[in-house]
């Protein structure tokens, strides 16, 4: 099916009561969809990995690759061209299970002075990022929506699409046993103080039904 998301849903904070807000985002394009695809339908085992980052267009001459980097010194959120993409796994034995690839990260606070509001619009992780401080929650889903629609021109309609609770939209999508999801939820790597819009990429046996709701979100989340 095909998902159209409208206005934030009932219940959400309303506009008034937020006094600093600041989105930063990167849009996704064809060519990390197609560095996806590549990730989708590459090896992720140690003695796999640094090809595929090469398939994807990732791989640095002269820098370590990603087996080193990942199963050597556990080093789980890698440069991926101009966004990071952050490394889910399961030890012993190690095994890479999800690549997340983010593309919007959304910060709001009741406090108009709070920091971190700042510290996000300067931190931009490259120069092919842009900052809109002031932009609300609707412009957050508004980028998550793009970011949907520009996965669904090139995948046609998700398998699964909705919400896993009253607020994170997502759409999930199979190639053979890998699943791509483009999907909200917290940002992990502010100790989830802010919120992200992600491209997710997770192992998943192709025989089983395609997860939906709150048992998405919990794959995706590791646990």
């Known amino acids: 099916m095909s998902l159209v998301c409208t206005d934030w849903p009932t219940g959400a904070r309303s506009a008034s009561t937020v006094l600093a807000v600041a989105i930063v985002w990167c849009p996704l394009g064809s060519r990390t969809i197609d ?21 994807a267009g990732w791989l640095q001459p002269g820098r370590p690759g990603p087996a080193k980097l990942v199963f050597d010194e556990m080093t789980y959120v890698l440069d991926a061209g101009e966004r990071p ?3 889910g796994m399961e030890f012993d034995p190690d095994r890479i299970t999800s690549i997340a690839l983010s ?9 108009p002075a709070d920091p971190d509001v700042a510290d996000l619009v300067d931190s931009v992780y490259s120069a092919h990022w842009q900052a809109d401080p002031g932009a609300d929650r609707r412009r957050f889903d508004a980028l998550w929506r793009i970011g949907y629609r520009e996965l ?8 699964a699409a909705g919400y896993h609770d009253e607020q994170w939209q997502y759409g999930v999508w199979r190639v053979d046993d890998t699943l791509i ?23 998943f046996p192709r025989t089983e039904k395609v997860p939906d709701g709150k048992w998405l979100y919990e794959l995706m989340c590791g646990v």
């Open 181 to 203: 999801t483009v999907y909200q939820g917290e940002d992990f790597e502010s100790y989830s103080t802010m919120d992200s819009a992600s491209v997710g990429l997770l192992r």
């Open 35 to 55: 560095s996806v695809l590549a990730l989708a339908e590459g090896s992720w085992a140690r003695d796999g990995i640094d090809e595929t980052w090469r398939a």
């Open 152 to 159: 669904e021109a090139r995948l046609d309609a998700p398998e």
């Open 103 to 111: 593309f919007a990260t959304f910060h709001d606070a009741t406090d």
């Open 85 to 87: 993409a952050t490394i």
